[in-house]
């Protein structure tokens, strides 16, 4: 201690070079660990780039220019494939701007204006509801309106019905014989069944079984993919010619609405089935022949019945009478009764990242 006393400020400089060797030595051992750290980057990097130089095709300037051509193109087919399923026309902006009833008594009475103007409409272009149709499916509500949860999809379920339906009456069948539709789900049932379908279980169940408003349609012919595009069902049962059929499948290929034609069942309308709820005096002569051709038939002959008076006889009928007589076709055209399945479809937008995840890196 008494050196230290005695030469002071070589004791001061003793320290100071002291703590610079310290310091040297800690900035020598943190760039050596940073070289290190440095060259271990430097052989990854040679790893990927060798990696790199295996791909095929190589990523060269022009691949990477051509690469983002084609992603130019699909996303514009992607924009041009989401409008088309939007729709267009009075049809699509109807349903986009319609407002969602807030309570059961404004969704019950939205329907009722929806069945009473359908059955007017029907009436001017002479096609017959039948009973069994008179709700144009959504009988469940003929005397209340839907639960709170289920008022916005069976309100977008009436939109699209309304549309369907008007189409159907528009191509004039000769009966609306039934109209069926699937089972709303509510937010929480759709939030169920995807988590059931994204753990790869069944979905749960439908509660209740087919009944006069609803059906299940076959998942096989159906276009739903979970997480990407969801459907709604609808069925129509109705009796006429062909030409109704056409014209209704044309009204839908012109894809004002995103509609689906899934399947077309036709088979002979009965008798029974052409003449039902139908009051005879209702009937016009051309409409009798028509459901007459229900049940088509050729007549040659008609014996006479026993003891009836013969009819007197008549002169010869002239050139144009026998002409007249012989264009008159034998067999009529028969009803035919048709069963149509759609399919209004939507792309199910993208879940929302969670608020935790981690962002994107910049141009990544």
Known sequence: MSWYRKNPLFAIGLTICTLLALGELALIYERWAASRAAAKRLEQRQVELAGMAQLLPPPTREVATAIEADLAKAQASLASMQGELKGRGPAAE???????????????????????RTREQAKKLDVNIRPEAARLGF??????????????PVFRQRLIAHYLVEALIEARPRALLLVKRERTLSKADREARAAA????????????????????IDPRVSARVSG?????AFRFVFIGQTAALRTFLNK?????????????EVEVATLEEATAQTPAEEVSPADAAALAAAAPSVILSVPEAAGAAK????????????????AIPIVSKPLSKFTVTVEFVELVPPAAAPADAPAAPPGS
């Open 94 to 116: 109807r349903i986009r701007s319609a407002k969602v009833p807030t309570a059961r008594t404004d969704a019950y009475f939205d329907l009722a204006t929806f069945v009473e």
């Open 139 to 152: 009988a469940a509500y003929a005397n209340e309106g839907p639960v709170q949860d289920h008022i916005e």
């Open 197 to 216: 379908l994204a753990n790869g279980e069944p979905p749960p169940e439908n509660s209740g079984e087919d009944g006069p408003d609803y059906f299940t």
């Open 228 to 232: 990407y595009i969801d459907t709604s």
């Open 252 to 264: 839908l290929a012109s894809f004002e609405l995103p509609v689906l034609v899934r399947e077309v």
């Open 311 to 326: 009819p007197a006889p008549k002169a010869a009928p002239s050139t144009r009478e026998s002409r007249a007589a012989a």
